[in-house]
């Protein structure tokens, strides 16, 4: 991926910085100008706590180019608790099995092994079991 | 607007064509196109393709493809919708003889896709999901509809056997189809045994890529006079576009209200089937896009064919078949016969004429008047329906 392009999405990557809608409260992720809810504009940023629950999962045994290194690992859809569903990678599984509804974390890993065609090192957002959330 | 009707058809089979070049590819569905509609008049072309640029290092299709027919100096261009550009060049050159701006006008859908390595296809496949928050997680496209089936799966109770008929109906119906890529029957037992790519879809729920292309040539149907042998001179009944409609989903899957809902299928086919005057029970037969197993069930929940969450019983209960209820697939589908991502829409439509021409031969559907077609760009992103009838 182009650096200035992995750059521009840095708060996003390492911080989980999307916005919350001044019109109607919505917490948005990622971020847009337009909110999803309401359809006034959002523009003020907002910090996901980065906790959220199983919404959809698969493990992936066919990667696309630079993710070979990975296989097989692990995708998930993640409902946040404030609301929106994010796309990630799960890690820190192991032995356990991955269950809709299991609670989990947000933290920083490198998201491509062996970093990209440029040999920029990758990071980002995946996410772990929550050992120690409540149980909703 | 003019009524349009497609008076040519063409397609060369899905295959491993090692020896052609895409434009090679295109020119022979358009030539068959043009024979058989007996024409060789063309104001316009519209291409359906989606990878060209990724995967052939070669854009600008529409002169590619003209100056390759021998029709240097005609309007063309390449349509993209991802996986669903076949049908949304359809739609294009629809909308060009509808509206009086062209009076013959070629479709072509076409996909160069073995000349690359597997990682790459699937890389070049993965652009039709958001870039910068699915794919770079390192999504493959095949897993954004696994997350969709399992979260399907979870919902609606239903097990991965119960799709097993969807690939079963569409490999039994490519055993007829000289075009398809598969032409072999499958069993519920190989269904079950087949390699995991991205739990809970397997081999037998995915369709096969390939290199292939389809044509249509589209004139107002105002223009055909009676003759001794029917309106085309050829004896054969006139196929019409009755409906044609296109929707937009959210990019990501993600970003859905209900991702095991096809919002953009249920809008497309509304504002196709108001167009036609018909509803879902007058169709007879639906080419819809099984690029996975799970994608013909949410295709027959937001069409209307099926309750939601409904989906996998009516192959369960045999009303996919050719002699069921609402026969799907009918020449193999995307499953088998193949799935050459930008030419698909296309193929589906040559498919529905062949079906309302009656010249679908052993998998001919009985009586078949009213047919439907359906081509899905991403995981439901932008979807384009067609409603054909022969008058
Ligand atoms: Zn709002």
Known sequence: MEISRHWRLKKQRYSLIGEVCPHCDAKIFPPRDVCPECGQEARSEFAFSGRGQVYSHTTIYDAPAGYENNLPYTVALIKLDEGPIVTAQLTDLGAQPVEI?????????RIREDGDERGMLVYGYKFRPAWNAPIK | MREVAIVGIGQTPVDEHWDK??????GEAIFAALNDAGRDQVDGLFVGNMMSGELSRQESLGALIADWIGLPGIEAMKIEAACGSGAAAARAGMMAVASGEMDSVLV????????????????????????????????????????AMQRYLYVSGWK????????????????????????EAITEEEYHKARMIAAPINLLDASPTGDGAAALLLVPREYLRPTTRGYDGRGRPVITIAGSASATDTIALHDRRDPTWLRAAEL????????AGVGPQEIDLFELHDAFSIMSALSLEACGFAERGQGPRLGLEGQITLSGRIPICTRGGLKARGHPVGATGVYQMVEVVQQL???AGATQVEGARVGM???????????????????
């Open chain 2, 357 to 359: 021409r009656g010249e």
């Open chain 2, 373 to 391: 077609a359906q081509n899905i760009g991403g995981s439901g992103a932008t979807i384009v329906t067609h409603i054909l009838t022969a008058l």
């Open chain 1, 101 to 109: 509804g299991m609670p989990v974390e947000m933290v920083t890993r």
């Open chain 2, 160 to 183: 991965h056997t119960d799709f097993a008929p969807f690939s079963i109906n569409s490999h039994a119906n490519a055993v007829h189809n000289p075009y398809a890529r598969l032409q």
């Open chain 2, 268 to 275: 497309s086919a509304q504002r196709a089937y108001a167009q």
């Open chain 2, 21 to 26: 070049t895409l434009r090679l590819l295109a």
């Open chain 2, 108 to 147: 072509v859908g076409v996909e160069k896709m073995t000349d690359s390595l597997p990682s790459e296809t699937t890389s070049g496949l993965a652009t039709a999901a958001d870039a910068d928050y699915e794919a770079a997680q390192g999504l493959s496209f095949v897993a954004i509809n696994a997350l």
